[in-house]
């Protein structure tokens, strides 16, 4: 009989934020919240404050650990924001929710160190940086802040640059693009250290579509172990990516089921935090691939057991 050798498991760097820590037994979910009219995914656009509070609750109830709270489209489709106008989208709605829900972890996501600053009264507990250090003052504004702070890798991309004839190396190898994404995260991760922040509270993001063909991320998701081994907490953003509706050829609304398939594999491959749109079906998913994996024991034990 062959014998199988059992499969290797990488040990998930915990992530700290406040005091609060998140391991392989219990990854945190963090609830997206995008203050803006044009978000790619009409269902998370909260125009008004009390929309947002109410997706908020929602999200606690369904086991939320992070509200990610964003005022500018990723893409470039849609009208050019200026930090003004981004202060005034997130600002009112951060103080409206730390008011509703005063120990919730609020991260603020933005790559503009003038928007993070105005937020410093709020008490931010994570700087979520989507465009690798663009404003290389965030990271030392999230330092003072005491703040967790977000490592990505967009490939170089400018802040909403939609990806046109990306390749890594010569003849663009698919091993390619993880050898920059390992590069590049340990790099900005490494400068986030210097900058103050915490190890436990740096999270590197391979930031899949980010600077990326469907190719590359599928690739960069692969390689998530490899990712989680360079001695940080995983951060991942998988939510009705287009990387996911390409691979399936399917319309955002449509992408839940492929979302959650890649969300069991990045957990199972060692990633401790996931950005998710639907916080509920994404809290089931990594609670039961924890189990899986031997880290969570099972919440109730009674199928089998003898009884009396």
């Excluded at 979910?29 to 404050?49: E, K, L, Q, W």
């Excluded at 390619?176 to 900005?188: E, I, K, P, R, S």
């Amino acid at each position: 009989m062959t014998v199988v050798d059992p499969v290797l498991l990488v040990e998930p760097t915990p992530l700290t934020l406040r005091g609060r820590s998140f391991t392989a037994a219990n990854p945190a979910v963090m609830g997206i919240v995008n203050r803006t009219p044009d978000s790619f995914y009409s269902s998370a656009r909260y125009p008004s404050i009390e929309a947002g509070l109410d997706a908020v609750a929602a999200m606690v109830a369904d086991g939320v650990d992070i509200v990610d709270v964003g005022g500018v489209r990723a893409g470039q489709q849609g009208d050019w924001v200026e930090a003004d106008e981004e202060i005034e989208r997130v600002l009112p709605f951060l103080e409206a929710v730390r008011e509703a829900h005063p120990d919730l972890l609020l991260s603020l996501d933005t790559w503009r160190s003038e928007v993070a600053r105005a937020c410093a009264g709020v008490r931010i507990d994570l700087v979520n940086d989507t465009w690798q250090g663009a404003d290389p003052e965030l990271v030392h504004v999230a330092a003072k802040l005491k703040a967790g702070y977000v490592v990505s890798h967009t490939g170089g991309a400018a802040p909403r640059t939609d990806p046109d004839g990306v390749r890594y190396g010569s003849h663009d190898d698919p091993d390619d693009v993880v050898a920059d994404v390992l590069d590049v995260l340990t790099h900005g991760a490494n400068r986030a250290r210097e900058a103050g922040v915490p190890a436990n509270a740096i999270l590197i993001d391979p930031t899949l579509d980010f600077g990326k063909t469907t190719r590359h991320s599928l690739r960069t998701l692969r390689a998530t172990a490899q990712i989680a081994s360079l001695g940080f907490p995983v951060l991942q953003a998988l939510s009705r990516k287009d990387f996911v509706g390409e691979t399936l050829d399917l319309a955002v609304d449509d992408r839940l089921e492929g979302t959650l398939a890649a969300t069991a594999v990045a957990a199972w491959l060692g990633t401790v935090c996931f950005r998710a749109h639907d916080v509920r079906a994404t809290r089931r998913v990594v609670d039961m691939v924890a189990s899986i994996r031997g880290d969570r024991p099972a919440a109730v034990n009674v199928r089998g057991v003898r009884r009396g």
